[in-house]
């Protein structure tokens, strides 16, 4: 369906890599699904994402990382099924539809990860390209590969069928009632360094695969960063694209994450959003902890590194930016800490109707974000202290382009404070944040 219909807020949901790499399993989709539908569809959350090689039977119990060249659940048209080694309900080739079937029944939505092109092992049993007279290796790139996966060539788009095949691929799920489709190894190629959007022609045929597909799906690119000068294109085939490569619990990598908000700033609109990745927050890094202690090792820890106020400088961050919201640890094992993270009313309301975001300022030490309700006009403001100690961060009115007398009230804290004149100040702790929303008085 057209590209239009989606995602017209940015999405909010969960994804499984952060806590089970690739090794998930369909208990803990329904298992998080459920959590979902009972803690968190109230507040926008929908999207329930099966992440990596969920066709590889046995992800996950030889090594924590991918299994070079593993042995892949195929179909006679070269398609992935999933194992249903791992997802019992896709036996007899009945695929994701069951497991779709019960998020949709739960008011959710279903999404699965693919990586761009054609399974090595469909092009090397030169199976057919469904409903043409070609094979998957005539339609194969074998020079256009990824450094970090080995499942699949590349598809070149100007060889007979390769459309067919990504038609092929974007039916199937279709069937299934997939409602989220995320593309790996085709938002930055990282491979080439000289070419990091060399896959953009694979971006067009996804895009028109899924319009003939009759069905409405969220295409979401990854990895990143992704090229800014590509942004027209990411826009008109796209409705989410990763400006980061993955994102996890290091402050460094968010205090980077403000200067990628900052250069996408003017491209987010309905329908487009670019995407700082998940968020590593609760109980993450499962699959490690799982593997090491079946094998005798000592393992990470599994709780997001982050403090408690550095999960709210990023939570705030993706807010006023308004990336999409997926969360990536294992919703069951949240605190109530977690779980007030993801529930705050006044700080998703500005996700979903904050408008018109941009940084304000941003100094080594400190930035602030501004953004305005759209629907009653009041003015969100982020103050962000990036001190290693307590810091006062303040922004004038005339910075913020007010004037007038307004009143505040604290997001975090959902408290009135008094009114402000010329000054919005506060004092934070390091690393740590303050949302406040600005009514005219």
């Known amino acids: 369906m057209k590209k239009d219909r989606c995602a017209l807020t940015p999405p909010m949901g969960w994804n499984s890599w952060d806590c089970y790499g690739n090794a998930v399993n369909e208990e803990q989709l329904l298992g998080n ?259 090491e202690e079946a094998h005798g090792r000592e393992f990470p820890h599994t709780w997001t590194k982050f403090t408690p106020e550095e999960q709210k400088t990023m939570m705030s961050l993706w807010c006023i930016f308004r990336s999409p919201l997926i969360m990536g640890g294992e919703l069951r094992n949240n605190d109530e800490a977690t779980l007030a993270l993801l529930t705050n009313e006044g700080i998703l309301r500005m996700h979903r109707q904050g408008k018109n975001a941009h940084q304000v300022y941003r100094t080594e030490t400190a930035c602030v974000w501004k953004s305005t309700d759209s629907e009653d006009g009041s003015v969100y403001t982020a103050l962000f202290n990036f001190a290693e100690t307590e810091a006062e961060v303040s922004v004038s009115l005339e910075e913020l382009e007010l004037s007038g007398k307004y009143a505040v009230r604290e997001l975090w804290e959902n408290r009135e404070l008094g009114p402000v004149k010329n000054t919005l100040s506060a004092k934070l702790p390091p690393h740590g944040t303050g949302v406040y929303r600005l009514q005219v008085q």
């Open 33 to 291: 699904a459920r959590y979902m539908a009972e803690h968190l569809k109230e507040y926008g959350w929908e999207y329930v994402v099966c992440d990596i090689q969920w066709s590889e039977p046995k992800a996950g119990t030889e090594r924590p990382e991918y299994v070079p060249y593993a042995w892949l659940t195929l179909d006679e048209y070269g398609r992935q099924l999933p194992a249903p080694e791992r997802f019992p309900s896709a036996a007899g080739g009945k695929g994701f539809a069951p497991i779709a079937e019960q998020i949709h029944e739960m008011g959710l939505k279903f999404g699965i990860h693919i990586m761009r092109g054609v399974p090595r092992l469909a092009v090397h049993q030169h199976l057919p390209v469904k409903g043409t007279n070609t094979t998957c290796d005539k339609i194969a790139q074998d020079n256009s590969v990824s450094r970090w996966n080995t499942d699949m060539y590349g598809v070149d788009w100007s060889k007979e069928g390769a459309q067919a095949y990504y038609d092929s691929i974007f039916q199937l799920y279709a069937s299934w009632g997939v409602d989220f489709v995320k593309v790996d190894d085709i938002c930055n190629t990282n491979a080439y360094p000289a070419r990091p959007y060399s896959a953009e022609k694979e971006v067009e045929m996804i895009r028109q695969a899924i319009e003939k597909s009759g069905r409405d799906m969220v295409l979401s690119l990854s990895p990143g960063p992704a090229v800014i000068e590509k942004a027209w294109h990411l826009r008109q085939n796209a409705n989410m694209w990763r400006i980061t490569d993955d994102f996890w619990d290091d402050w460094e990598l968010l205090y980077a994450m403000f200067e990628r908000c900052e250069v996408w700033e003017r491209q987010v609109s309905p329908g487009c959003w670019p995407d700082c990745d998940m968020l590593p927050l609760g109980s993450i890094r499962l699959n490690i902890k799982r593997f």
